[in-house]
Nanobody, 123 residues
């Protein structure tokens, strides 16, 4: 199965930007639709964005539309999440995952979760 590692998180102020990366150590990365999820303190894991295997079919949670951009570079086996105009409510651990079992935004249809990268946005 594809193995995923997130990076790029950090501590920033409201209004700043971060670019997260999800690196896949697997030769078939380009065959997987992918997604980003986040988990804020004391909250359940929530959907952030998804992208199909070709870089289209993009879907964003309403809370991040217009601020975040999901993309992928299949030649580098890497997915990205560009996060602009960050808000304190964006704080959480960000995870990437591969779509494994079906369509939709539910975490249950994704797998091969990475270890997560912490994003903290101060006000």
């Amino acid at each position: 199965q594809v193995q995923l590692v997130e990076s790029g998180g950090g501590l920033v102020q409201a209004g700043d930007s971060l670019r997260l990366s999800c690196a896949a150590s697997e030769g078939t990365f380009s065959r997987y639709a992918m997604g980003w999820f986040r988990q804020a303190p004391e909250k359940e894991r929530e959907f952030v964005a998804a992208i199909n295997s070709y870089g289209g079919g993009i879907d964003y949670a309403d809370s991040v539309k217009g601020r975040f951009t999901i993309s992928r570079d299949n030649a580098r086996s890497t997915m990205y999440l560009q996060m602009n105009s960050l808000k304190p409510e964006d704080t959480g651990i960000y995870y990437c995952a591969a779509r494994i079992t079906g369509p939709g935004r539910s975490a249950a249809v994704f797998g091969s979760w990475g270890q997560g990268t912490q994003v903290t946005v101060s006000s």
